[in-house]
């Protein structure tokens, strides 16, 4: 593996299997001097989201690189997200328009659902509990995902928090296959099923959430909210073994585990030392023993760090993706 690893699309088109994560960062110098870095070690990928609101942030700092000639746009995959309000025959194009007028782009690689239920428009301010599922229906959905590609908005589409039943409805009625489903996957929720059905249908899956997100905490005391439990992958004494053994850290273990399984990573870092022990992926593999202890780690869905459940009507909508605690 190379630091040019990339994957195919079911498009023809191809992914690189390593990209940058944004969520939760908004902050502008903090953003651009991490999408710099990323660019400068080598990364090619670029993961955000309408509800990310950093956006601009991102179109900014990609602008600056093409302007400047370092790199073309085809260089660089953009991914960016359908936020759930535009879950909605009405809105989808309208909020993708606004998307690519954030990241100053005429397309973007590939555009995502971010999940799947759809939910009334927002309003400025709105917090969690201001918000209301609606009923969705995905076969309509998606034919208007459909024409982004033909409009030439975006060059591929998929999913994110799709279950199998999900997809295979789509799939059943698509004229677009869904070229990627992005869901939580790390070493503690290797989600093997899911994973398995979307690569047997040429699916390629994004693991979002690969190191667990130890930073959530702090970003939910940004937002008044309390900590949440989380599953503390990088002190896990086997990893922590596994790590030393190849002179990696931790966190390059976790990684490579879903590089190996064909799984692309966009972990997110602000930390430049980080950004580039992210990269660092390409010089070992781990071997067979190594797979079985980490696969003997599994935990399940107790270990899942990115629970919708306390969006309004979520939990209980016919279209709530997550199966209940193992
Ligand atoms: N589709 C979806 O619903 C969805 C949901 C969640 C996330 N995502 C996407 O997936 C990306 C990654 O997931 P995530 O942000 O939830 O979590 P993550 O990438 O698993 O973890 C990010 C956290 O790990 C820290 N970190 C990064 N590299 C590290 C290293 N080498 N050693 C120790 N700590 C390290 C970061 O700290 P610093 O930044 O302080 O360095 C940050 O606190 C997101 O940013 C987003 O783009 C998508």
Same mark, same amino acid.
């Given at each position: 593996?190379?630091?040019?690893?990339?994957?195919?699309?079911?498009?023809?088109?191809?992914?690189?299997?390593?990209?940058?994560?944004?969520?939760?960062?908004?902050?502008?110098?903090?953003?651009?001097?991490?999408?710099?870095?990323?660019?400068?070690?080598?990364?090619?990928?670029?993961?955000?989201?309408?509800?990310?609101?950093?956006?601009?942030?991102?179109?900014?700092?990609?602008?600056?690189?093409?302007?400047?000639?370092?790199?073309?746009?085809?260089?660089?995959?953009?991914?960016?997200?359908?936020?759930?309000?535009?879950?909605?025959?009405?809105?989808?194009?309208?909020?993708?328009?606004?998307?690519?007028?954030?990241?100053?782009?005429?397309?973007?690689?590939?555009?995502?659902?971010?999940?799947?239920?759809?939910?009334?428009?927002?309003?400025?301010?709105?917090?969690?509990?201001?918000?209301?599922?609606?009923?969705?229906?995905?076969?309509?959905?998606?034919?208007?995902?459909?024409?982004?590609?033909?409009?030439?908005?975006?060059?591929?589409?998929?999913?994110?928090?799709?279950?199998?039943?999900?997809?295979?409805?789509?799939?059943?009625?698509?004229?677009?296959?869904?070229?990627?489903?992005?869901? *939580?996957? /790390?070493?503690?929720?290797?989600?093997?099923?899911?994973? !398995? @059905?979307?690569?047997?249908?040429? =699916?390629? %899956? &994004?693991?979002?959430?690969?190191?667990?997100?130890?930073?959530?905490?702090?970003?939910?005391?940004?937002?008044?909210?309390?900590?949440?439990?989380?599953?503390?992958?990088?002190?896990?004494?086997?990893?922590?073994?596994?790590? *030393?053994? /190849?002179?990696?850290?931790?966190?390059?273990?976790?990684? !490579? @585990?879903?590089?190996?399984?064909? =799984?692309? %990573? &966009?972990?997110?870092?602000?930390?430049?030392?980080?950004?580039?022990?992210?990269?660092?992926?390409?010089?070992?593999?781990?071997?067979?023993?190594?797979?079985?202890?980490?696969?003997?780690?599994?935990?399940?869905?107790?270990?899942?760090?990115?629970?919708?459940?306390?969006?309004?009507?979520?939990?209980?909508?016919?279209?709530?993706?997550?199966?209940?605690?193992?």
């Amino acid at each position: 593996m190379t630091s040019a690893d990339t994957y195919n699309l079911n498009n023809g088109l191809k992914i690189p299997a390593l990209g940058l994560g944004t969520f939760t960062v908004t902050d502008e110098k903090l953003l651009e001097t991490a999408i710099d870095t990323a660019l400068e070690v080598g990364y090619r990928h670029i993961d955000t989201a309408y509800i990310y609101r950093n956006e601009h942030i991102i179109g900014k700092t990609l602008k600056k690189w093409f302007d400047s000639g370092k790199l073309k746009r085809d260089q660089v995959f953009v991914t960016t997200k359908l936020s759930s309000d535009g879950v909605h025959p009405e809105r989808l194009e309208n909020q993708l328009k606004e998307s690519l007028k954030n990241l100053q782009l005429e397309y973007v690689d590939l555009y995502l659902i971010h999940f799947p239920i759809g939910t009334k428009p927002r309003a400025p301010g709105d917090t969690a509990t201001d918000i209301i599922a609606e009923p969705t229906d995905h076969i309509s959905i998606w034919k208007i995902m459909e024409k982004q590609v033909e409009d030439g908005r975006t060059k591929s589409i998929g999913v994110s928090n799709f279950n199998e039943k999900q997809i295979e409805n789509i799939l059943k009625n698509a004229k677009i296959k869904p070229a990627c489903n992005q869901v *939580e996957v /790390h070493v503690y929720l290797p989600q093997n099923s899911l994973v !398995k @059905f979307c690569q047997d249908n040429g =699916i390629v %899956v &994004i693991a979002y959430s690969p190191l667990g997100n130890p930073g959530i905490n702090e970003f939910r005391a940004k937002l008044g909210r309390p900590p949440q439990s989380l599953p503390d992958m990088l002190n896990d004494t086997l990893i922590k073994q596994i790590a *030393e053994k /190849h002179k990696k850290s931790a966190a390059q273990v976790m990684l !490579k @585990f879903l590089l190996q399984r064909k =799984i692309a %990573v &966009i972990p997110k870092s602000i930390t430049p030392s980080r950004i580039k022990e992210n990269f660092d992926l390409f010089n070992f593999s781990l071997d067979d023993s190594d797979l079985k202890l980490l696969d003997s780690l599994k935990v399940g869905e107790k270990a899942r760090v990115c629970n919708f459940s306390n969006l309004h009507g979520f939990k209980n909508h016919p279209e709530w993706p997550f199966p209940s605690e193992e």
